[in-house]
Nanobody, 117 residues
């Protein structure tokens, strides 16, 4: 079993920035993929960004150029730096960990991000 704990969410005005953190209860050095997803009220949970064991990254079109995913294997932590935030970025952001391709994945409980003036 793997526990994931997100933090860093909050309230920010449009154009502002936040950095989300996700700490895993196990070593993430050889984890196949970790990522961030988000879910707004009434919507499905959508991919935001992922980072693989080879440090390859992938982003949703809506966040490209504004969000950056990174990881610190020494701290078992994945980050999501979010710049130039927009009201449509408002959602609960969830951390995801997939140890191996096709294997059971794990989710955190989420952290709320609200962008509003």
């Amino acid at each position: 079993q793997v526990q994931l704990v997100e933090s860093g969410g909050g309230f920010v005005q449009p154009g502002g920035s936040l950095r989300l953190s996700c700490v895993a209860s196990r070593n993430i050095f050889n984890i196949y993929c970790m990522g961030w997803y988000r879910q707004a009220p009434g919507n499905e949970r959508d991919l935001v960004a992922t980072i693989t064991v080879g440090a390859n990254t992938n982003y949703a079109d809506a966040v490209k150029g504004r969000f950056t995913i990174s990881r610190d294997t020494a701290k078992n932590t994945v980050y999501l730096q979010m710049n130039n935030l927009k009201p449509e970025d408002t959602a609960v952001y969830y951390c995801n960990l997939q140890p191996l391709p096709g294997a059971k994945d794990y989710w955190g409980r989420g952290t709320q991000v609200t962008v509003s003036s």
